[in-house]
């Protein structure tokens, strides 16, 4: 099965279907997501990207982020990727959306209508090698530092949602 991406309108309606990596190299604005998932002490989950990967590979960003499929919701696209990519699942809650485009030294583009998802879970977590290289829980005070000391480490949109005061305020609820 080939991965393809929901192409968007800035309104987030759709306008077609594309292969996912087809996109990235026009730059297409497409759906994505992500999810940040908080344990009891309310640190948040976040992942190494595996070096592999088409871009941003290696470095630290939330909980999980992918696309939803032509033809899924948000929500069961993140719930899906949930078990796929780090082992586990749990209620999620949408709380924004937003858009950006940030370009990559390989030529590639995200260019992203990207729903912010987020949940608790305090249980066993079991990555995909082939998605994470690492994870660690952190509170999101301690993070907010690291990224400002370290913004190379981490993921152009991961550092936009952290550092972005409105979505930040919601991820505390």
Same mark, same amino acid.
């Given at each position: 099965?080939?991965?393809?991406?929901?192409?968007?309108?800035?309104?987030?309606? =759709? @306008?077609?279907?594309?292969?996912?990596?087809?996109?990235?190299?026009?730059?297409?604005?497409?759906?994505? %997501?992500? #999810? &940040?998932?908080?344990?009891?002490?309310?640190?948040?989950?976040?992942? =190494?990207?595996?070096?592999?990967?088409?871009?941003?590979?290696?470095? *630290?960003?939330?909980?999980?982020?992918? $696309?939803?499929?032509?033809?899924?919701?948000?929500?069961?696209?993140?719930?899906?990727?949930?078990?796929?990519?780090?082992? !586990?699942?749990?209620?999620?809650?949408? @709380?924004?959306?937003? #858009?950006?485009?940030?370009? !990559?030294?390989?030529?590639?583009?995200? $260019?992203?209508?990207?729903?912010? !998802?987020?949940?608790?879970?305090?249980?066993? +977590?079991?990555?995909?090698?082939?998605?994470?290289?690492?994870?660690? *829980? +952190?509170?999101?005070?301690?993070?907010?530092?690291?990224?400002?000391?370290?913004?190379? =480490?981490?993921? %152009? *949109? &991961? =550092?936009? @949602?952290?550092?972005?005061?409105?979505?930040?305020?919601?991820?505390?609820?």
């Amino acid at each position: 099965m080939s991965d393809n991406v929901v192409l968007v309108n800035k309104n987030n309606r =759709k @306008i077609g279907v594309a292969e996912k990596l087809q996109a990235h190299e026009d730059g297409k604005l497409h759906r994505a %997501f992500s #999810i &940040f998932v908080f344990n009891d002490k309310d640190e948040l989950l976040i992942q =190494k990207r595996n070096s592999a990967k088409y871009h941003s590979g290696g470095l *630290w960003s939330n909980t999980v982020c992918s $696309h939803p499929r032509p033809g899924e919701r948000y929500l069961a696209a993140a719930h899906r990727r949930l078990k796929e990519e780090i082992g !586990f699942d749990c209620p999620l809650k949408k @709380i924004a959306c937003f #858009i950006y485009k940030a370009s !990559f030294e390989n030529g590639l583009t995200e $260019h992203e209508y990207d729903c912010v !998802f987020v949940g608790k879970y305090d249980g066993n +977590i079991q990555p995909d090698p082939e998605e994470i290289e690492d994870s660690n *829980w +952190i509170p999101v005070s301690n993070l907010q530092k690291e990224i400002k000391s370290h913004p190379e =480490k981490y993921t %152009f *949109w &991961f =550092k936009k @949602i952290v550092l972005d005061s409105s979505i930040l305020s919601q991820l505390a609820n």
